[in-house]
């Protein structure tokens, strides 16, 4: 009772704007129901009152989840970096953090960000989706107090590092929970009456069959994995098949925001609407071998982990390759054209998320082993896909109620994390070549000679990066409390 006070407190608290501005009207859902597309040709949104309110609470909820990942993020930089990880002698707290920061910055923001999308197509069923908001809370708000409450014991498995603990595995399945009963109602409602000339639409549509798949292999895998596994094998096992599958999530609304922006610039990608669509649902069309994986492979065999990862390299990656180099032409072609000083923030979201996502890329195709070239590669490709969200999170904030995005720190905000993240990303790959192990901090690296100087780099483009982080932050919620008037 007293958690669903709370949510409903807050989801008051969030949306109160619609109620104030004169900019954003109360509309009826009946009003929308027949809208064709999710946005026009510039990026404007058509979505009713309803959906954007709750839209507006999941983006709150995103930003809460960034900021608690950015203060774990500061401890871990602390631990890796020169001078500072003697304050870390051990292990153990350097895990911890990183366990919630990983879980914070990736699994959480990018799937409630999902929710925000979700949330603003289809005609929405406000109890079952408030139900959903109010599981998706809770699981992120106790995925962060956990270590304060007693939960340790860190497993460092690969996409879902967890603290083998109950408090903290309850909290992940809430949250869980609710992005997944967010997701089947997006499905429900928008795969009747499909348009294939709103990829924005289609594209969500897939982002939701990717998460719904997720889950059903979560199931099938701890259902069917041998009990006698525990410890890290066991969240291994139980999250490599669910993990790999997700990043198809991740890249696609990736990709989603990518056209989206592209618009909201004025400079749509040189292909139309309806071949967009294609293209996004050739990017989930390899997840048709899920099924047959699990009926053919037991979850603790060395062939499920060979061909989940084969899956990954050769399926997620044709789309995101073509539809870069789409973006990058339209870039190319309207490069003189000047941009708006109140599109800035978001056209340099766009280009930085561009670029890490390339980077992290190029860099996958030279991993050997388990050094830190490996974090190099994917912390490239999720900052890519972090930047696009945060550019979308600027291009939607004025649309659901919030004050526009703007000023110096708006449009420097994308720069500072971007480049700070290259540092970071550019110290990790010249470590790993240099032999430095993944997942160590304090005495465990051995530093010394060249690869001290390499890791001191990478703890100057951490903080970097946790400055853009913080000034990410600050903006969002300065546009929040400023609302449109």
């Known amino acids: 009772?007293?958690?669903?006070?709370?949510?409903?407190?807050?989801?008051?608290?969030?949306?109160?704007?619609?109620?104030?501005?004169?900019r954003v009207k109360e509309r009826g859902d009946s009003e929308m129901t027949q809208r064709k597309t999710l946005a026009d040709a510039s990026g404007r949104l058509n979505a009713t009152a309803d959906q954007r309110r709750l839209a507006s609470a999941w983006l709150v909820l995103g930003t809460i989840a960034l900021a608690l990942a950015g203060i774990f993020a500061i401890l871990l930089v602390v631990a890796r970096a020169p001078g500072t990880q003697a304050l870390f002698p051990t292990q153990g707290f350097f895990r911890i953090a990183l366990v919630v920061h990983v879980d914070q910055s990736v699994l959480i923001w990018f799937l409630v960000f999902s929710g925000v999308l979700w949330s603003l197509t289809g005609r929405v069923s406000l109890l079952a989706s408030r139900l959903a908001f109010a599981l998706a809370v809770a699981g992120c708000l106790l995925v962060a107090a956990a270590p304060f409450l007693g939960a340790g014991d860190p497993r460092l498995n690969n996409y879902v590092p967890v603290l083998d603990h109950s408090l903290f595995l309850v909290a992940l399945g809430l949250f869980g929970l609710g992005v997944l009963v967010q997701a089947a109602l997006h499905t429900a409602h928008s795969a009747i009456g499909l348009n294939f000339r709103d990829p924005l639409t289609i594209g969500l549509l897939t982002v939701a069959v990717a998460v719904a798949l997720a889950g059903l292999s979560l199931y099938w895998t701890s259902t069917n994995l041998a009990p006698a596994w525990e410890g890290k094998a066991y969240y291994e096992y139980l999250f490599w098949g669910p993990g790999h599958i997700l990043q198809f999530a991740y890249t696609q609304i990736m990709l989603v925001a990518w056209i989206w922006l592209a618009r909201a610039t004025g400079r749509p990608l040189p292909l139309p609407d309806l071949w967009l669509s294609v293209l996004l649902v050739l990017g989930?069309?390899?997840?048709?071998?899920?099924?047959?994986?699990?009926?053919?492979?037991?979850?603790?065999?060395?062939?499920?982990?060979?061909?989940?990862?084969?899956?990954?390299?050769?399926?997620?990656a044709p789309v995101p390759i073509l539809i870069g180099l789409l973006l990058t032409v339209s870039l190319v072609r309207n490069r003189r054209r000047p941009v708006a000083s109140e599109q800035r923030p978001i056209h340099n979201a766009l280009i930085a998320s561009l670029v890490l996502f390339a980077v992290g890329g190029l860099i996958?195709?030279?991993?050997?082993?388990?050094?830190?070239?490996?974090?190099?590669?994917?912390?490239?490709?999720?900052?890519?896909?972090?930047?696009?969200?945060?550019?979308?999170?600027?291009?939607?904030?004025?649309?659901?109620?919030?004050?526009?995005?703007?000023?110096?720190?708006a449009r420097w905000q994308a720069l500072v994390y971007g480049s700070g993240q290259l540092l970071h990303i550019a110290g990790l790959a010249a470590s790993g070549f240099l032999g430095i192990q993944r997942k160590t901090a304090g005495a465990a690296q051995e530093l010394g000679g060249s690869t001290k100087a390499f890791m001191g780099v990478m703890g100057l483009g951490g903080l970097l990066a946790i400055v853009g982080g913080i000034l990410f932050v600050w903006v969002v919620l300065r546009a929040i409390g400023r609302r449109m008037v």
Request: one cysteine or more; proline letters at 5%; a positive charge.
């Open 1 to 22: 009772m007293v958690m669903g006070f709370t949510t409903k407190f807050w989801y008051a608290r969030c949306t109160s704007g619609y109620r104030e501005t004169g």
């Open 284 to 316: 989930i069309l390899p997840l048709l071998m899920v099924p047959v994986l699990h009926g053919s492979y037991a979850p603790d065999s060395a062939e499920l982990r060979i061909a989940y990862t084969k899956l990954m390299q050769h399926g997620n």
């Open 364 to 409: 996958g195709f030279s991993i050997v082993g388990g050094n830190t070239v490996v974090p190099a590669h994917y912390h490239g490709s999720i900052v890519g896909v972090t930047l696009a969200l945060m550019g979308l999170t600027y291009h939607l904030l004025p649309q659901l109620g919030h004050g526009r995005v703007e000023g110096r720190i």
